[in-house]
């Protein structure tokens, strides 16, 4: 973001060309001590100062995106926050983004995170679990030629006092289908989940990289960031190597 404007681009990660489709955002607010969830929905036009004269006074903002070749970004909408929206985020309240697309899929829809103030500036959380939230994430590398059918133990230990979420990371060598499950013990009682079954795709960039797209259009104005043209420098940097995981996975 730059200022009160909100900026939201979508960077494609992965190794074939995203089609084009429609975006939908929708907002929700919330006091401090609510998750995600709990935010109440309110009218895409109360937070955007500029919904009505773009003609987008609807509860949920619809956005045609073009299709993204590999590694590129494009910056597909920008607003500035409305005089209400400014005066819920001084009160205290945070307001939660989200978004989804045309795809059909069930359970499509994303947390873009929240926004909140900070000594009278604005704070993007892309966490989605609030303030207090703590965060876990751990790597399992799957070296796809050795084959299935074998166990592959995450060593993983920690505390959670409140709250926390655990992302448990699966990094294919290369591109399969899995069919997986995966137990935790969790104060000595082991717990499993069902079977499942996943097409991999690996991606072009490292995990969250897109964020590092996101923040270079930010900071220099950039609408379309082109893979290995706009920054060489940057997209190397991000390029995703499954191997390099390996160590992480330990």
Not at 63 to 80: M, P, T
Not at 100 to 109: F, I, M, V
Not at 168 to 173: C, G
Request: aromatic share 8%.
């Amino acid at each position: 973001m730059k200022g009160n404007e909100i900026r939201i681009y979508v960077v494609n990660s992965g190794n074939g060309t995203a089609e084009a489709g429609t975006l939908r955002f929708s907002v929700g607010l919330a006091l401090p001590a609510q998750d995600l969830p709990q935010a109440q929905s309110v009218p895409w036009t109360d937070v955007d100062a500029n919904a009505a004269a773009a003609g987008k006074n609807r509860s949920v903002l619809q956005v045609e995106r073009q299709s993204v070749n590999k590694g590129d970004g494009i910056l597909v909408y920008a607003f500035c926050l409305s005089e209400w929206a400014l005066e819920q985020l001084a009160d205290g309240s945070r307001l939660a983004l989200w978004a989804d697309t045309d795809s059909g899929q069930s359970g499509n829809e994303i947390s873009l995170g929240w926004l909140s103030m900070q000594n009278g500036e604005i704070i993007v959380d892309r966490g989605g679990l609030g303030d207090d939230g703590n965060k876990y994430t751990y790597y399992v590398y799957v070296d796809v030629p050795r084959g299935g059918d074998r166990d592959i133990p995450v060593k993983a230990v920690f505390n959670i006092q409140d709250r926390a979420a655990v992302d448990t990371v699966i990094i294919p060598s290369e591109s399969c289908k899995m069919e997986y499950s995966m137990s935790y013990e969790v104060d000595g009682r082991e717990l499993e989940t069902e079977r499942f079954s996943t097409v991999v795709k690996v991606p072009l960039y490292k995990p969250l990289a897109e964020y590092s797209v996101a923040e270079y259009m930010n900071e220099n104005d950039i609408e379309h960031y082109i893979y290995r043209v706009t920054d060489m420098e940057l997209s190397r940097k991000i390029e995703f190597d499954p191997g390099s995981l390996m160590d992480e996975a330990e």
